[in-house]
């Protein structure tokens, strides 16, 4: 391990922990034997999270351990969700050296495109519970913060109306769900009726869409470069929105949840209890247009007001025109004398 002082720091819960890059770990200050290590917590585009004991001061990797063993009060007062950066952007310098890539060649990249040696086995784990606590935290991010906290009751209460819209908008996992925990099911139908009564809120189609897209058994991020999804831990998936259906106000497409990618559908397909299901998400350029502007280095208003279509065809255009005045002739003169490209 490297000098413990000079690990960078980062406090979450009233206690400083040293990031620890060369273990992919973190350390408690004043206490190196107690550890969280990020193989054990949940992974996702934004980062790490995972629900933590203040009084412990360890994380808590099983959510029924939880219920199990803490009252209400218990869960308010004691523990706190946390949600961190990548390893990558908490020390960039750490994480260059233990690869030997230049600082530059990280920019915008994610742990898992740099984890070679998959030391960690970094892969969406509860890819749908990952892709709420993304949702969750959302609201949080403009803070300022690099470490973000959510007092447990309220995360408990947004993840179940996460959960909620979800089987709402994917039947064939309500299904599921009611022929195999039915009771889990009534009870959960009560709870986010008493929870969200006289609130409409955002659908889960909406809401799954702003950060990536997730399924029951696969998470995806969006690739604001080249307006793919690529899948968290398997970043060779690649579901491609070339191959998606452009339905003038987004895309939609059958997701097989065994290949994890496009199904290949007769006509008049139907969904059943198993197999292929749609899926709708909206334009890259809708949901997040500074992350595109941000991605392909140009100003927010070539973004804005476009949709994934005519905003690839003005960049291809834009990129046409930077090329020499007399360039195209002159090809088109060497040709007809034939003299070849």
């Not at 809401?207 to 995806?220: K, M, P, R, T, W």
């Not at 199904?263 to 997040?288: D, M, Q, S």
């Given at each position: 391990?490297?000098?413990?002082?000079?690990?960078?720091?980062?406090?979450?819960?009233?206690?400083?922990?040293?990031?620890?890059?060369?273990?992919?770990?973190?350390?408690?200050?004043?206490?190196?034997?107690?550890?969280?290590?990020?193989?054990?917590?949940?992974?996702?585009?934004?980062?790490?999270?995972?629900?933590?004991?203040?009084?412990?001061?360890?994380?808590?990797?099983?959510?029924?351990?939880?219920?199990?063993?803490?009252?209400?009060?218990?869960?308010?007062?004691?523990?706190?969700?946390?949600?961190?950066?990548?390893?990558?952007?908490?020390?960039?310098?750490?994480?260059?050296?233990k690869y030997g890539w230049s600082p530059e060649d990280?920019?915008?990249?994610?742990?898992?495109?740099?984890?070679?040696?998959?030391?960690?086995?970094?892969?969406?784990?509860?890819?749908?519970?990952?892709?709420?606590?993304?949702?969750?935290?959302?609201?949080?991010?403009?803070?300022?913060?690099?470490?973000?906290?959510?007092?447990?009751?309220?995360?408990?209460?947004?993840?179940?109306?996460?959960v909620k819209e979800f089987l709402d908008e994917v039947?064939?996992?309500?299904?599921?769900?009611?022929?195999?925990?039915?009771?889990?099911?009534?009870?959960?139908?009560?709870?986010?009726?008493?929870?969200?009564?006289?609130?409409?809120?955002?659908?889960?189609?909406?809401?799954?869409?702003?950060?990536?897209?997730?399924?029951?058994?696969?998470?995806?991020?969006?690739?604001?470069?080249?307006?793919?999804?690529?899948?968290?831990?398997?970043?060779?998936?690649?579901?491609?929105?070339?191959?998606?259906?452009?339905?003038?106000?987004?895309?939609?497409?059958?997701?097989?949840?065994?290949?994890?990618?496009?199904?290949?559908?007769?006509?008049?397909?139907?969904?059943?209890?198993?197999?292929?299901?749609?899926?709708?998400?909206?334009?890259?350029?809708?949901?997040?247009?500074?992350?595109?502007?941000?991605?392909?280095?140009?100003?927010?208003?070539?973004?804005?007001?476009?949709?994934?279509?005519?905003?690839?065809?003005?960049?291809?255009?834009?990129?046409?025109?930077?090329?020499?005045?007399?360039?195209?002739?002159?090809?088109?003169?060497?040709?007809?004398?034939?003299?070849?490209?």
């Amino acid at each position: 391990m490297e000098n413990y002082k000079e690990l960078p720091e980062i406090t979450f819960g009233g206690t400083t922990w040293l990031v620890d890059t060369a273990g992919f770990q973190l350390l408690e200050k004043g206490n190196l034997s107690n550890n969280i290590e990020a193989s054990e917590i949940m992974y996702s585009p934004m980062g790490y999270s995972f629900p933590y004991s203040k009084s412990r001061r360890t994380a808590i990797t099983d959510i029924e351990f939880l219920h199990a063993n803490y009252s209400e009060k218990q869960l308010k007062n004691d523990i706190i969700y946390v949600q961190m950066p990548q390893f990558v952007e908490m020390d960039l310098e750490g994480v260059s050296r233990k690869y030997g890539w230049s600082p530059e060649d990280l920019v915008d990249k994610k742990d898992y495109e740099i984890l070679l040696d998959r030391q960690l086995s970094i892969d969406a784990k509860e890819p749908l519970r990952c892709l709420f606590n993304d949702i969750i935290f959302e609201e949080y991010r403009d803070s300022g913060k690099a470490v973000l906290e959510i007092p447990m009751d309220e995360y408990l209460k947004s993840h179940l109306v996460l959960v909620k819209e979800f089987l709402d908008e994917v039947p064939q996992a309500a299904e599921k769900m009611e022929q195999d925990h039915p009771d889990l099911k009534k009870s959960l139908d009560e709870i986010y009726h008493k929870l969200t009564k006289g609130d409409e809120g955002r659908t889960a189609k909406q809401q799954i869409s702003d950060v990536g897209v997730g399924f029951e058994n696969a998470l995806f991020e969006f690739d604001f470069k080249n307006f793919n999804l690529i899948e968290i831990g398997n970043p060779s998936n690649i579901i491609e929105t070339t191959e998606m259906t452009d339905t003038g106000s987004g895309y939609e497409f059958y997701y097989d949840p065994e290949r994890k990618n496009i199904a290949n559908v007769p006509i008049g397909f139907k969904e059943g209890p198993v197999g292929p299901y749609l899926v709708r998400i909206g334009y890259f350029t809708i949901l997040h247009p500074t992350r595109i502007a941000k991605a392909h280095n140009i100003p927010l208003d070539q973004v804005m007001g476009r949709t994934d279509r005519e905003f690839i065809a003005n960049q291809k255009f834009r990129e046409s025109m930077k090329q020499k005045p007399n360039d195209a002739p002159r090809q088109d003169r060497r040709r007809r004398r034939g003299l070849g490209k």
